[in-house]
């Protein structure tokens, strides 16, 4: 079985990852909830980290791919929602 590691992230798709863990430490830490209740938004992840919406879409849709990140619909139509795993 092969085992992934951070290194076969791109290192501005590391980045975004590093950051979206401490943000979600943040968030769970200030709100007393766990990691897996925590779910946020893309605008939450770019006022968090300053990247653009088109460089966010690109590593967040690698991230998600790759597993790290799980998509789910949010509640107002076509609005999307993620978790950090």
């Keep these: 079985m092969l085992g992934r590691t951070l290194d076969e992230l791109p290192p501005q798709t590391r980045r975004l990852l590093s950051l979206m863990v401490e943000m979600c430490a943040a968030h769970c ?3 007393d909830i766990k990691r897996c209740d925590y779910r946020f ?3 939450e992840v770019r006022e968090h980290t300053s990247l653009g ?21 949010g509640g107002r139509g076509q609005s999307f929602e993620y978790e950090l795993l």
Excluded: F, G, P, W
């Design 41 to 43: 938004s893309r605008r």
């Design 29 to 31: 830490k200030a709100n």
């Design 53 to 73: 919406d088109t460089q966010l879409k690109i590593h967040l849709a690698r991230l998600v791919e790759l597993e790290y990140v799980l998509m789910h619909r």
